[in-house]
Nanobody, 117 residues
C-alpha cells in the first residue's frame, strides 16, 4: 500500500553532517505525519524527530539544535539534516509515516548512520 525508501546514511566523522531522505509512494490519500526513529544495538527504537502535514516539528532533546527535519508534501518526502554528529548518534535510522485518518503506520527499511573517527 505504502512504501518508504530511505537514503543518505553512511559513515561520518564526529562533528560531520549527513542528510537523510525518505520518499513515500503508494496509496497516500489521508493527512499524515512523517518522522525519523533510530535504534542502536542493544537499545530500544526511539523518536528522533517528526513533522506534521502543516509543518509542525518535534525533536528529541538529544538532537535539538543539531538536526532539522523538513518535508516536501508534493513529493511525499521527508528529510533529516544532521549536523554536529556525535558517536552516540550511531544507529539504524528508520523513516515512519503515520496516516492520521486511516490510523495506520508504515516503516522504511532503515539506513545505517555511523559516527566514528
Amino acid at each position: 500500500q505504502v512504501q518508504l525508501v530511505e537514503s543518505g546514511g553512511g559513515l561520518v566523522q564526529p562533528g560531520g553532517s549527513l542528510r537523510l531522505s525518505c520518499a513515500a509512494s503508494g496509496s497516500i490519500f489521508s493527512m499524515y505525519v512523517m518522522g525519523w526513529y533510530r535504534q542502536a544495538p542493544g537499545k530500544q527504537r526511539e523518536l528522533v524527530a517528526d513533522i506534521t502535514s502543516s509543518g509542525r516539528t518535534n525533536y528529541a532533546g538529544s538532537v535539538k539544535g543539531r538536526f532539522t527535519i523538513s518535508r516536501d508534501n508534493a513529493k511525499n518526502t521527508v528529510y533529516l539534516q544532521m549536523n554536529s554528529l556525535k558517536p552516540e548518534d550511531t544507529a539504524v535510522h528508520y523513516c515512519k509515516l503515520w496516516a492520521t485518518v486511516r490510523r495506520q503506520d508504515y516503516w522504511g527499511q532503515g539506513t545505517q548512520v555511523t559516527v566514528s573517527s
